[in-house]
């Protein structure tokens, strides 16, 4: 069974970091797409970064340039570094993983896909202005 467990959420001033991260166990790494996703408040939730386990990277548009997905295989752990962060960025951010061999272009789209698919209990990040 697949598991994941995020930390590293907390409060900020807008400009600000923060650096998630996503302890994973119980999968086998060339078989899943490893994804970030956040949710805020009466919206929907909405993808924000994959990483393959070659490494590969995609981003929604919102967070490119400022956000960057990375993988620590000896540790299973993930990682979301955020760097100026906005106001708009406030949200549960969650931990998924996704048994597809390959991510899609588009993070959004891995809610499209039909696969199985594993969630954290999210850790919740708030920029203030």
């Known amino acids: 069974q697949v598991q994941l467990v995020e930390s590293g959420g907390g409060s900020v001033q807008d400009g600000g970091s923060l650096r998630l991260s996503c302890a994973a166990s119980?999968?086998?790494?060339?078989?899943?797409?490893m994804a970030w996703f956040r949710q805020s408040p009466g919206k929907a939730r909405e993808g924000v970064a994959t990483i393959e386990s070659g490494g590969v990277t995609s981003y929604e548009d919102s967070v490119k340039g400022r956000f960057t997905m990375t993988q620590d295989h000896a540790k299973n752990t993930l990682y979301l570094q955020m760097n100026s962060l906005k106001p708009e960025d406030t949200a549960m951010y969650y931990c998924?993983?996704?048994?597809?061999?390959?991510?899609?272009?588009?993070?959004?789209?891995?809610?499209?896909?039909?696969?199985?698919?594993?969630w954290g209990q999210g850790t919740q990040v708030t920029v203030s202005s």
């Open positions: 119980g999968y086998t790494r060339d078989t899943y797409c």
């Open positions: 998924a993983a996704f048994r597809i061999y390959a991510c899609p272009r588009a993070p959004r789209r891995l809610l499209l896909v039909k696969a199985d698919n594993y």
